[in-house]
């Protein structure tokens, strides 16, 4: 589904992806591991749109989409919910949600995804008419996520969803992330909790300094001596 071929990001003179490959297949959930600075935020934002590469393609459903606009790679089925949740402060919740759907023409539908939103994140029903500054951590991250499946995406990129949340939030995040699985849309998660990532991942690629440098079946990875030292703390 996902295909990204020997990129590389440069900020400046920083090479900060290095000849980064790997494939994401349809239905399943992809974890990008790794340590701060490892470069996964910048895989997902050149994956998306949000950077140019230096070199190296992103295909998207047999289509070359390396050098399309993040804005017009998400009316082609993609949806990012970048780190840091990045709600629009000032606007209700349910005004955030609408602006998900910017892509989408038949608002009969739009409804329909609206309710399906509604009944997998209750507490956004209840605070429809709330602004989004005001939400808690844990439900701004998940009126982010509820953002971008308002696009109705074939593929959503998450960048760290648990970052900064308490763990009865985690716990949630993640249940959404496995229930959005479920339904066939596929995941590829950037997640600096190791063991949760591996936990709910098909595969995971292990990126350090720009490079991945381990990649494969989540729970093989999950037994791996040198993942369990590095990210596991075992």
């Known amino acids: 589904m996902l295909s990204v071929k020997n990129l590389e990001v440069h900020y400046g003179m920083i090479k900060a992806i290095k000849d980064v490959s790997f494939e994401v297949n349809q239905g399943e959930v992809i974890a990008l591991i790794g340590a701060n600075g490892a ?12 950077l140019q590469p230096s070199r190296g393609q992103v295909i998207f459903e047999g289509k070359d989409i390396t050098r399309i606009p993040a804005h017009k790679i998400v009316s082609l089925g993609m949806a990012h919910v970048p780190e840091g949740r990045r709600v629009f402060s000032q606007l209700t919740v349910l005004e955030n949600l609408k602006l998900g759907a910017y892509t989408r023409k038949d608002k009969g539908e739009m409804e329909e995804t609206l ?68 339904t066939g849309t596929t995941v590829l998660l950037v997640e600096q909790n190791a063991k949760k990532a591996l936990t709910i991942a098909d595969r995971a690629y292990v990126l350090e300094t720009g490079n991945i440098t381990l990649e494969g079946e989540a729970d093989k990875l999950m037994n791996d001596e040198s993942v369990k030292k590095a990210y596991l703390g075992e």
């Open 39 to 50: 470069g996964k935020t910048t895989i997902l934002h050149t994956v998306s749109g949000l």
């Open 115 to 182: 309710k399906m939103i509604y009944g997998r994140f209750p507490r956004l029903e209840e605070r429809k008419n709330q602004i989004a500054g005001t939400l808690s951590g844990g439900e701004q991250q998940m009126l982010a996520m509820g953002r971008a499946l308002m696009s109705h995406p074939r593929i959503i990129l998450m960048d760290e969803p648990s970052m900064g949340l308490s763990p009865i939030f985690v716990e949630e995040v993640f249940k959404i992330i496995r229930d959005i699985s479920a």
